[in-house]
């Protein structure tokens, strides 16, 4: 202590510029691979402190650049706690925190590795002051039995969560404004958390006495022993600490694109050759984090990564994956919006300030032309920003996604315009991923492709299904298509699986809060303990390896094998144009637009070592060109039914229970083979004035509500029913709202409509482009490549002279 106390006066001074950042140039003699965050170590060989003082309440900016590995973290002069920090793996560091204005912050630079020493250091400061909201924030489950409901819920504008059931959905309320928005569309709902202030300081207790408990027994039962959430910085220190201490089996990951923040997103490789990137083997990529909030996304990913490197070697299942795969793992691909997120606990509680404006971020930080900067204009709090996982490019645009900014699932200006998704979307292009999950909180839920229901099911159902069922056995998940829940367009599976054929899923983890208390989001949901769905079968540790299993199966994706001399590379590729949903201009779904058509291509090389290999790929024919799944049908659709209005006006009823007031009842017959085979059945009521409003309801032989419409505005009401059973039903008919002083405005024309199954159809077939160049980059060979999902395709000597006249032959 008396040594940091000499070297603290010494402290260099940042220098104030024009644009009213803070600089300086630090120097350091040496590289010491230690967390710049982890303590203020002073004036040291490897490190150097600067003094700063905050211009402004609200986020402090350090900026830090260098031609080598440096990293950076900021302090509170007075009590040393910890404001912000970055250690990405190169010189490009942007650690922010949130800060009171005069606050005196010291300024750390480490040298953490590589010959270069000295760095360049920015720091700067943006004023933030949340809006004023007038109420609670409170998570409320809403009625929506229906998928018109859940559409009708959609396009209020509110912070829709994932968490759900076929007849609710939980939707975030940020004060009585929200709440007027539900009122005022008629719907009915459940207060699940009447005040998340109180419910989040609540968890951070219980995270405190966790960890305390957990330090006596020596740490957690997870991988890495951690016992609570990390902030951005933690991710980025332990993925360099992977690197640094399994050099044979980890490789280090920067992808392409910076975030709007100039951030690094960072993750690691791990393999038995782990920079033989090239090397055939088939590929699962785990990542977390689209969306800002979902802490505990980040936190399994993480805990993937140390699972199979502290296990290999020791588990004999570990070390036979580990050897036949390769693992892709990126905890986090939003860092800008993860910062906000997990910093915002940590804010002074004596400002003006509403957490949830930032600590319930959804979205990136992109830069609104209306604002002065990336996250920089508080008044737009959680606001600001796209929503990542709505704007890849297949599917874009449709129904699930909003065209308002503001919007928490805001699309973004086109397909793949965010930096987020381009990064996932040019790693999944150019490394031939057989295998991805994306990791999200809370609904525990598997979802599978598609995201919209009139997409269909593609030929790969029943393995996706099967495969989303065996994950589902160990953590304890419901196991749906990605519109079970309701419709998303944008979203990274679809992207993923329908245009590169990776076997792509969705995890929704936990089914308590966005990050609900450590023990139980994380530690109860990785291990499959506690109260966790997956309590006693292991969790998602045994769902992630379940899907390693599956990577590792060369059945589950193709396979081309032959011949080919050492030194010389492979390469696989094809360009097509990928379509985006018909465009919606707005959030009703009044004014939609052409698909917009977008270039798209996948590039996959192998690089040869000499003699036979295997070459693990995807299906040369894209899913969403293969065709659909269906069923024959095994008999004629039933003829339609049409019934009349019964006798009498029955009294408005706007009871939450309908069957606790007046209803209509007008019951019908479903029938089934060999008389009749029916696919879909719709219920269809309709009247004269959009103001007056009528509900249905369709309840089985049991009593039991299958289908429902409830919509307003309108003058129809259609439930829907997918593949109906046979048997005897009655629809029941609700008058909710009639006009006071005007005639009585009763229904007409109901009627019941069927339609037949759809037949599996498959369509074209599409071919690898496959290459092959030799050790001086000269093309010796081409030729197609036709190869399906669980097909191996024996190319044999493809690079040899016999091999240049065969494909000469074939495409001549």
């Not at 909710?736 to 007409?748: A, H, I, R, V």
Request: glycine share 10%.
């Amino acid at each position: 202590m008396l040594a940091l106390a000499w070297a603290l006066l010494s402290l260099l001074v940042l220098a104030a510029t024009a644009s009213g950042a803070q600089r300086a140039t630090v120097t350091a003699a040496k590289s010491v691979a230690k967390g710049c965050q982890s303590r203020l170590y002073g004036q040291t060989g490897h490190s150097r402190v600067v003094r700063a003082r905050s211009t402004a309440t609200g986020l402090v900016r350090a900026r830090l650049t260098s031609r080598g590995d440096w990293d950076v973290a900021v302090f509170d002069a007075r009590t040393k706690r910890l404001v912000g920090a970055s250690a990405a793996f190169r010189g490009n560091e942007l650690a922010e925190g949130f800060v009171r204005k005069g606050e005196r912050l010291l300024v750390q630079a480490c040298r953490f590795r590589g010959k270069a020493a000295t760095a360049r250091l920015a720091v700067s400061f943006a004023a933030q002051k949340a809006p004023h909201q007038v109420g609670k924030t409170q998570i409320v489950s809403v009625s929506t039995p229906t998928r018109a409901d859940k559409e009708r819920l959609q396009q209020l504008g509110l912070d829709l969560t994932e968490n759900g059931t076929a007849n609710s959905i939980d939707v975030v309320l940020y004060g009585q404004q929200d709440v007027d928005k539900l009122r005022k569309a008629k719907f009915h709902w459940n207060v699940r958390v009447a005040d998340l202030d109180k419910r989040v300081q609540a968890n951070r207790r219980a995270d405190r006495r966790y960890a305390a408990r957990a330090a006596q027994a020596g740490g957690s039962a997870l991988p890495s022993g951690r016992t609570t959430y990390r902030h951005l910085a933690d991710y980025e220190l332990e993925l360099k600490q992977l690197a640094g201490q399994y050099p044979k089996l980890v490789k280090p990951i920067t992808l392409a694109h910076k975030t709007h923040e100039g951030r690094d997103v960072v993750g690691i490789e791990i393999a038995t050759h782990p920079y033989r990137v090239n090397d055939g083997k088939p590929i699962f990529a785990n990542i977390g984090t689209h969306h800002a909030r979902e802490w505990p996304s980040a936190e399994s990913t993480l805990e993937w990564a140390y699972d199979l490197l502290t296990n290999y070697g020791k588990q004999a299942r570990t070390t036979r994956l580990v050897k036949a795969t390769r693992n892709i793992v990126i905890p986090v691909v939003n860092p800008d919006g993860f910062n906000i997120s997990r910093e915002a606990p940590d804010f002074p509680p004596d400002t003006e300030y509403d957490k949830f404006s930032y600590e319930m971020k959804r979205k990136n930080c992109w830069p609104d032309p209306a604002q002065t900067g990336p996250c920089n204009n508080s008044s737009a709090g959680r606001q600001l920003g796209v929503d990542p996982n709505r704007n890849y490019g297949a599917f874009w645009g449709g129904s699930g996604a909003s065209v308002d900014p503001p919007a928490d699932t805001f699309r973004g200006t086109g397909p793949f315009s965010e930096p987020e998704s381009q990064n996932i979307r040019e790693l999944q292009s150019t490394r031939a991923i057989t295998n991805l999950i994306t990791n999200h909180t809370f609904a525990n839920l598997i979802l599978r492709p598609p995201g919209v229901v009139d997409v269909g099911p593609p030929l790969e159902e029943p393995l996706l299904k099967d495969l989303g069922a065996r994950m589902a056995g160990h953590n304890g998940y419901s196991n749906i298509p990605g519109y079970g829940l309701y419709d998303t367009t944008g979203a990274t599976e679809d992207w993923t699986f329908w245009v590169a054929g990776s076997l792509s899923y969705t995890f929704e983890i936990g089914d308590v809060d966005f990050h609900p208390p450590y023990e139980v989001g994380v530690v109860d949901e990785y291990l499959g303990m506690g109260d966790a769905a997956g309590a006693g079968k292991g969790g998602n540790r045994e769902a992630y390896y379940t899907m390693l299993e599956s990577t590792a199966k060369a059945r589950d994706h193709s396979l081309i094998t032959g011949k080919a001399p050492k030194g010389w590379t492979l390469k696989i590729d094809k360009s097509f144009m990928t379509s985006t949903s018909p465009v919606w201009h707005n959030d009703f779904g009044t004014d939609i637009g052409d698909p917009i058509l977008f270039p798209d291509a996948l590039s996959y090389k192998y690089a040869s070592r000499g003699g036979r290999f295997a070459w693990n790929v995807n299906p040369s024919t894209r899913p969403v060109v293969a065709g659909r799944d269906g069923r024959d049908p095994v008999a004629s659709k039933q003829a339609d039914i049409t019934f009349a209005n019964p006798p009498g006006q029955p009294a408005e009823n706007q009871e939450a229970d309908y069957t606790a007031g007046a209803y209509e009842s007008i019951p019908f017959t479903v029938q089934g083979p060999p008389q009749a085979d029916n696919g879909r059945m719709t219920v269809h009521i309709q009247w004269g004035n959009p103001d007056t409003d009528w509900d249905l309801y369709v309840v089985n032989s049991a009593g039991v509500v299958v289908t429902q419409s409830a919509s307003f505005g309108d003058t129809t009401e259609d439930a829907v029913l997918v593949d109906p059973p046979p048997g005897n039903y009655v629809a029941h008919v609700v008058n909710f709202d009639q006009l006071e002083g005007q005639p009585y405005d009763d229904w007409t024309n109901g009627h019941v409509t069927f339609l037949s199954p759809t037949p599996r159809h498959e369509d074209a077939k599409e071919a690898w482009h496959l290459t092959c160049t030799d050790k001086k980059g000269k093309v010796r060979a081409t030729r197609n490549v036709v190869v399906d999902r669980g097909d191996r395709v024996n190319v044999g000597n493809v690079c040899s002279k016999a091999g240049l006249r065969g494909a000469k032959a074939a495409a001549g």
